[in-house]
């Protein structure tokens, strides 16, 4: 058996987290070392590793995502903008295996990314 990875954990509600929004599919938690003022983690609560293990029948979820995305930032008050990131693979720098979005703001971010 594949040891939980942490965001696994924080669902199971084994670990705390700073939780900011929650529905039947989808959860976002601050981030521990943030990278930003506002730095939430979005994630899906089945546990997809990557882009390469999404299946056509987690459409719908992708879509919920989206969608948290837009009521988090009206939770938060995003007007300022927002920068959304998802780091996909090893050279993207993806630490956990369980697929998220970064929102971040309250602060300009510069473009190209680094
Ligand atoms: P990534 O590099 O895209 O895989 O991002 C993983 C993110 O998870 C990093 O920004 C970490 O700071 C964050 N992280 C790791 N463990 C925790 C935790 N227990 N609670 C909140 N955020 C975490």
Known sequence: M????????????????DIVY????????????????????LIPKKGIADFEAI????????????MAVRRIAEIL?????????LNNGRDAGQEVPHLHFHILAGRP????PG
Do not use: M, S, Y
């Open 2 to 17: 594949t040891a939980k990875t942490v965001f696994q954990r924080i669902i199971d509600r084994e670990i705390p987290a």
């Open 77 to 85: 008050g995003l007007d300022k903008g927002f920068r959304l990131v």
């Open 55 to 66: 299946r056509e029948d987690d459409e719908a979820i992708l879509g919920k995502l989206l």
């Open 109 to 112: 971010f510069g473009w190209p």
């Open 22 to 41: 929650e529905d039947a599919d989808c959860l976002a938690f601050r981030d521990i070392n943030p990278q930003a003022p506002i730095h939430i983690l």
